[in-house]
């Protein structure tokens, strides 16, 4: 048994780490590979048993903005163990072998995990850390009518997606990620895909979701800064008096207002160089979940 990491090109390695991943958590990374968005910042590094890959952690090399700063990171994702080979602490090492090999360069490693795995990550340093998500009453009294297309994942589309989501700007300077836009695309095949409207006029990309009087704002992707109690009014219905934000807002608004997350099916665990580092009373935008 050996470890190999980043073995994209490799076709056995790559179906046989597809595989264990559709086995593990039900996930389908063939089309996101095929379509061409599993990019240099993803980087699986596995424990291969007779060219089977048995055990794996892969690693999402990003910049989180904190503040308009940038602060280099590493997101860990995809943890997983063939069944035959758990309890024999190979994930465990995977992730010492990450860590070791990176906390000279990184200043924060982070990672979300389900319930099961609550008491693990602690072992390596990583603490428990509350997310807060922002909401906030809105109405529009006088609905604006403009050209908004439901893109519907042809390859034309999913190219312009991915060219957006590769050369956007900061929806936050408070908080965000960059470099994640190979994790954005898998949320755009496989989360998302009944979600995702244009702005014509303004060329802009909206995840969002109409649910009775809430509207759930998952992401918003431009080229340049915009105006979101602008694009609001654009996508609100008339049914609308809530907006539930999936990233974390940096305009102000008296109505604006935070709650922390209880979710125990995707708990967040930092491990940074300093405990400043991560700021308090953030939301991880839910595109760049690993």
Same mark, same amino acid.
């Given at each position: 048994?050996?470890?190999?990491?980043?073995?994209?090109?490799?076709?056995?390695?790559?179906?046989?780490?597809?595989?264990?991943?559709?086995?593990?958590?039900?996930?389908?990374?063939?089309?996101?590979?095929?379509?061409?968005?599993?990019?240099?910042?993803?980087?699986?590094?596995?424990?291969?048993?007779?060219?089977?890959?048995?055990?794996?952690?892969? /690693?999402?090399?990003?910049?989180?903005?904190?503040?308009?700063?940038? /602060?280099?990171?590493?997101?860990?994702?995809?943890? /997983?163990? @063939?069944?035959?080979?758990?309890?024999?602490?190979?994930?465990?090492?995977?992730?010492?072998?990450?860590?070791?090999?990176?906390?000279? #360069?990184?200043?924060?490693?982070?990672?979300?995990?389900?319930?099961?795995?609550?008491? #693990?990550?602690?072992?390596?340093? #990583?603490?428990?850390?509350?997310?807060?998500?922002?909401? /906030?009453?809105?109405?529009?009294?006088?609905?604006?009518?403009?050209?908004?297309?439901?893109?519907?994942?042809?390859?034309?589309?999913?190219?312009?997606?991915?060219?957006?989501?590769?050369?956007?700007?900061?929806?936050?300077?408070?908080?965000?990620?960059?470099?994640?836009?190979?994790?954005?695309?898998?949320?755009?095949?496989?989360?998302?895909?009944?979600?995702?409207?244009?702005?014509?006029?303004? @060329?802009?990309?909206?995840?969002?979701?109409?649910?009775?009087?809430?509207?759930?704002? #998952?992401?918003?992707?431009?080229?340049?800064?915009?105006?979101?109690?602008?694009?609001?009014?654009?996508?609100?219905?008339?049914?609308?008096?809530?907006?539930?934000?999936?990233?974390?807002?940096?305009?102000?608004?008296?109505?604006?207002?935070?709650?922390?997350?209880?979710?125990?099916?995707?708990?967040?665990?930092?491990?940074?160089?300093?405990?400043?580092?991560?700021?308090?009373?953030?939301?991880?935008?839910?595109?760049?979940?690993?």
């Amino acid at each position: 048994m050996e470890i190999i990491t980043d073995y994209k090109f490799d076709d056995k390695l790559r179906a046989s780490f597809f595989e264990l991943a559709y086995e593990t958590f039900g996930i389908k990374f063939e089309s996101w590979y095929e379509y061409g968005f599993w990019t240099s910042s993803y980087i699986p590094v596995s424990y291969v048993d007779e060219g089977r890959v048995v055990a794996n952690v892969s /690693m999402n090399t990003l910049e989180l903005i904190i503040s308009g700063k940038k /602060m280099k990171a590493v997101q860990l994702g995809t943890v /997983m163990t @063939d069944p035959l080979y758990r309890n024999r602490g190979l994930a465990s090492e995977l992730v010492k072998k990450v860590i070791n090999e990176h906390e000279h #360069f990184v200043d924060i490693f982070y990672l979300f995990a389900n319930k099961s795995v609550l008491d #693990f990550y602690p072992r390596f340093g #990583f603490k428990r850390v509350d997310q807060y998500q922002y909401s /906030m009453d809105f109405c529009v009294k006088n609905i604006e009518y403009v050209e908004i297309k439901k893109l519907g994942g042809s390859k034309t589309e999913l190219a312009h997606l991915y060219s957006l989501a590769t050369n956007r700007t900061m929806i936050s300077e408070r908080f965000g990620t960059l470099h994640t836009e190979g994790i954005f695309m898998f949320y755009c095949l496989n989360v998302f895909p009944n979600d995702i409207y244009y702005l014509v006029e303004e @060329d802009v990309i909206i995840i969002y979701h109409h649910s009775g009087s809430e509207l759930e704002v #998952f992401d918003i992707v431009s080229k340049y800064k915009v105006d979101v109690l602008s694009i609001l009014s654009k996508i609100a219905s008339e049914q609308t008096k809530r907006v539930i934000f999936h990233f974390t807002p940096d305009f102000f608004s008296s109505s604006l207002k935070s709650t922390v997350v209880k979710d125990e099916s995707s708990v967040l665990f930092v491990k940074a160089k300093s405990e400043s580092l991560y700021p308090e009373k953030v939301y991880h935008p839910i595109t760049a979940q690993a």
